[in-house]
């Protein structure tokens, strides 16, 4: 392809983007494909010939379009809001045109300048102190499990250069709530832990962390011979946006020694807000933190936001350096690839730079403060309307209900079924999609609001979706 061409479709392709997010909100925003239905779309084998890109926005309406579910459609409630503002897609159109590996600093030296200032800017705008540097990474996952080897090191005096957690004496043991990501026990699993050195703590009746029952977890690990390690707090969990106690966390973590890791993923975005940081005080006494940009805040995925205290430890545990990546400026600019597991490093920071450009901090408080009014509408009307139920606070943007009808009242399996046919009706009915998940043995209706072009007409019409749903019986 030469760059006539290229200039031609990659007009043609921005037109069709545009147009796709003018008419987005005509879509059903689930799509109805079944599988295997886009598999059967394309050939079995590889084009043996170059075919050339002619008529790929067709293609593109034919083979891709059927397939896509819509997560920047005003009637997205499900999992949790992933925007992609249109100023982070040309970042990324960027990104990819220039092709620069951002692995070291003599590699593409404003990949790794430019990401050492928006990460600072990320840092000022959630009224963190300078106490904190950011690095880029692709996902939390990622991130927390950056953050659960770097634990581990601490613990264990560096056991990476000798024998590893096979040659410890005690075992390590990390900490969370039961009602945390995923990502933590994955993390602490594939860390080496193991899933005997796991403890997942019980929730209270807002569902955050119990410190009593972590404090008696940790006293009975160590009168056991085991060595606590790192503690997980959750601001903002996945079920439900609850907050775990961050501040008498972070206190217990102190006097233990324990490596205290916040998983803001989606909640971080809030904290750009000054009056809603009261969520994670306590958030100095943390060794490290994750909070997702590309959730929420709008900057397309991925780009997650990993904050440590103590940069030297970090590369200390990720640092490698072969003969054949040393250069000139070794010490005097970070080499980013020192900073997490992947070599290779994309210029992800230009999303971040080109969305906050776009919008500017006062923007997306605005944004903020839009989402949550919203959210906080959606509850009164839950609890003002007989047979519904909030099974959660809403200190975010996520509700948590379900529908209680009196003749199954008491009966979790038949409320579950029932509910799950709620979903399904909302769903299919193409203006809106939500998804569901299971609150310590109740299937509820998970409402995450927080889309770019959702509007308070938009959950209004959420609501009388799922009331009419609920009146089919």
């Not at 459609?73 to 100023?87: E, R, T, V």
């Not at 011979?225 to 973590?253: N, S």
């Not at 999609?433 to 209004?460: C, D, I, N, W």
Request: glycine content about 8%; some cysteine; charged content about 20%.
């Amino acid at each position: 392809m030469d760059t006539e061409e290229f200039r031609r479709i990659g007009h043609e392709l921005i037109d069709w983007i545009a147009a796709y997010r003018e008419g987005i909100e005509a879509r059903p925003v689930m799509s109805p494909v079944q599988p295997g239905e886009i598999r059967a779309l394309l050939p079995e084998a590889p084009p043996q010939r170059a075919e050339g890109l002619e008529g790929l926005t067709a293609e593109l309406d034919r083979v891709v379009m059927p397939g896509i579910t819509h997560w920047n459609h005003p009637g997205w409630f499900a999992y949790f809001p992933s925007n992609s503002d249109l100023s982070s897609v040309l970042a990324d159109l960027v990104c990819a045109g220039l092709g620069a590996q951002g692995m070291s600093w003599q590699t593409s030296p404003a990949a790794t300048e430019v990401e050492d200032v928006v990460m600072d800017w990320l840092r000022q705008m959630l009224g963190l102190s300078e106490a904190f540097t950011g690095v880029i990474h692709d996902s939390a996952s990622s991130a927390t499990f950056c953050a659960l080897l770097c634990a581990r090191e601490r613990a264990s005096s560096f056991s990476q250069a000798r024998s590893g957690l096979q040659g410890e004496a005690a075992p390590l043991v990390v900490y969370a709530s039961d009602q945390g990501h995923s990502s933590i026990p994955k993390a602490a699993l594939l860390a080496g832990f193991g899933k005997d050195n796991l403890r997942l703590i019980e929730t209270d009746e807002d569902h955050a962390l119990r410190l009593d029952l972590l404090e008696q977890a940790i006293q009975a690990d160590l009168s056991a011979g085991r060595k606590p390690c790192a503690l997980v707090a959750a601001i903002g969990t996945t079920g439900t946006t609850a907050l775990d106690p961050l501040e008498g966390m972070a206190a217990l973590a102190q006097r233990h020694g324990l490596w205290l890791h916040v998983d803001a993923a989606m909640a971080g975005t809030a904290f750009v807000c000054p009056e809603l940081r009261w969520m994670w005080a306590g958030i100095e006494g943390a060794d490290s933190l994750v909070l997702n940009p590309h959730k929420w805040m709008g900057a397309g995925f991925d780009l997650s936001a990993y904050f440590v205290r103590d940069p030297e430890h970090l590369i200390r545990v990720m640092g490698t350096n072969p003969s054949y990546l040393r250069t000139a400026q070794d010490g005097l600019a970070r080499n980013l690839r020192d900073w997490g597991i992947p070599l290779g490093r994309r210029f992800r920071a230009l999303k971040l730079w080109f969305f906050l450009k776009a919008h500017g901090v006062e923007g997306l408080q605005a944004r903020i403060r839009r989402d949550l009014g919203m959210a906080a509408w959606l509850a009164e009307q839950v609890d003002g309307a007989p047979h519904w139920e909030r099974l959660a606070p809403v200190p975010l943007q996520t509700v948590c209900v379900r529908h209680v009808p009196t003749a199954l009242a008491g009966d979790e399996t038949a409320l579950a079924a029932h509910n799950r046919t709620l979903a399904d009706r909302v769903n299919q009915g193409g203006r809106c999609y939500l998804t569901s998940s299971v609150l310590k043995g109740r299937l509820m209706l998970r409402l995450s609001l927080g889309a770019q072009a959702t509007e308070p007409r938009h959950v209004a019409l959420l609501w009388e979706e799922l009331q009419r749903a609920a009146d089919q019986g």
